[in-house]
């Protein structure tokens, strides 16, 4: 497979906005010890990379904003369950947008697309991953997540199709 140097430009800085969106421009709330809910758009570069250059571009990019998040503003130990579920935030959308609906960038594709990421990564399965790791009850994991979620899915769907409608993707699309 081979890479522009273009591209590897702009998947880069998808990833240090996701890094700098997650770790410094989030709103995060302790639950049990440890961080519960993280509330913002740190998702939004992941998903994005995963609807503009392909579903493997979005994994990268999720899990790279994960691992250097990590090493840049550590809690606790590293889980490598999270970077998981970060790669399947730019993976799951990207693959379902190029390849379930055929690149077809319209606000319902977009908004199935991400709903069926968010609801996999997370409310499932990092609601999974936290119980599992600190033994904290699901109620108080999941109720937060299942009122957050709608709103950050119509969030990135609402942001990602201005993109799309307003051509600022032929900047990136031409590599």
């Not at 790791?133 to 957050?148: A, E």
């Amino acid at each position: 497979m081979k890479i522009s140097t273009r591209k590897l430009v702009f998947l880069s800085l998808l990833t240090a906005l996701g890094v700098i969106l997650t770790r410094f421009l989030s709103l995060r709330l302790p639950l049990f010890g440890i961080e519960g809910i993280r509330i913002g758009i740190g998702s939004l570069p992941i998903i994005f990379a995963g609807m503009v250059f392909g579903p493997f571009a979005g994994g990268i990019v999720g899990a790279l904003t994960d691992l250097i998040g990590y090493w840049v503003s550590p809690m606790g130990a590293y889980m490598p369950h999270f970077t998981l579920t970060a790669f399947l935030t730019g993976f799951i959308p990207g693959f379902i947008l190029i390849y379930l609906f055929k690149e077809k960038r319209q606000i319902k594709y977009i908004l199935i697309s991400i709903t069926v990421g968010q609801v996999i990564t997370s409310i499932i399965l990092v609601t999974y991953f936290i119980h599992i790791l600190f033994g904290v009850p699901y109620k108080p994991i999941l109720i937060p997540r299942l009122v957050s979620q709608p709103i950050n899915i119509v969030i990135y769907s609402y942001l990602i199709n201005i993109l799309f409608r307003n051509k600022v993707l032929n900047v990136f699309e031409t590599s």
